[in-house]
T-cell receptor, first 112, second 113 residues
Framework: SQQGEEDPQALSIQEGENATMNCSYK?????LQWYRQNSGRGLVHLIL?????REKHSGRLRVTLDTSKKSSSLLITASRAADTASYFC????????????FGKGTMLLVSP | DVKVTQSSRYLVKRTGEKVFLECVQD?????MFWYRQDPGLGLRLIYF???????EKGDIPEGYSVSREKKERFSLILESASTNQTSMYLC????????????FGPGTRLLVL
């Protein structure tokens, strides 16, 4: 079953606007990761936030984690056309091998 | 930079053929993974390997097998390809540490006719 679920499924904005994507998960985690996938390509890791962190920044990316609500958000500020991609959250599985479970993703379209 | 390569970007095979998808990573990572990605279903884990000659089933192993004879190479095998295995296949690798990220290859888009 899916651990992380992104919301919205799709988001369309203009260049320069901010984009916010949310991820909800079901069980306790020790970290949460966000990945980006350009059309027809592999996933690229963006940022990892640990369970004892509430907020983390990387360039124009801001990630928050609320463990009490079991949710995370990814904010992309001052978006660019090149940010057009699908964004996935990923959480560790509760197994001995620590594999990841990925959500179904949010498809972001940034128009010039 | 970590590099994960996959043998083909696009592949067209016929039903019943045996298909090999190869993945190679150059960072001496212990863990390697095979996923398939389908619209509306996201990424689903097929198999993973945490060491040479070791393998574990993921969520959807039926119809697939894997081979890891060398640390850098992880192969996904479709013993007898079927049309429902038409998909995007993604390979990933990761160091042993629990909280490390996964590094993905560019993907292989497989069409089974």
């Amino acid at each position: 079953s899916q651990q992380g679920e992104e919301d919205p499924q799709a988001l369309s904005i203009q260049e320069g606007e901010n984009a916010t994507m949310n991820c909800s998960y079901k069980t306790s985690i020790n970290n949460l990761q966000w990945y980006r996938q350009n059309s027809g390509r592999g996933l690229v890791h963006l940022i990892l936030i640990r369970s004892n962190e509430r907020e983390k920044h990387s360039g124009r990316l801001r990630v928050t984690l609320d463990t009490s609500k079991k949710s995370s958000s990814l904010l992309i500020t001052a978006s660019r056309a090149a940010d057009t991609a699908s964004y996935f959250c990923a959480t560790p599985r509760n197994s001995g091998y620590s594999t990841l479970t990925f959500g179904k993703g949010t498809m972001l379209l940034v128009s010039p | 930079d970590v590099k994960v390569t996959q043998s083909s970007r696009y592949l067209v095979k016929r039903t019943g053929e045996k298909v090999f998808l190869e993945c190679v990573q150059d960072m001496d990572h212990e863990n390697m993974f095979w996923y398939r990605q389908d619209p509306g279903l996201g990424l689903r884990l097929i198999y993973f390997s945490y060491d040479v000659k070791m393998k574990e089933k993921g969520d959807i192993p039926e119809g697939y097998s894997v081979s890891r004879e060398k640390k850098e190479r992880f192969s996904l095998i479709l013993e007898s390809a079927s049309t429902n295995q038409t998909s995007m296949y993604l390979c990933a690798s990761r160091p042993k540490l629990v909280q490390e990220t996964q590094y993905f290859g560019p993907g292989t888009r497989l069409l089974v006719l």
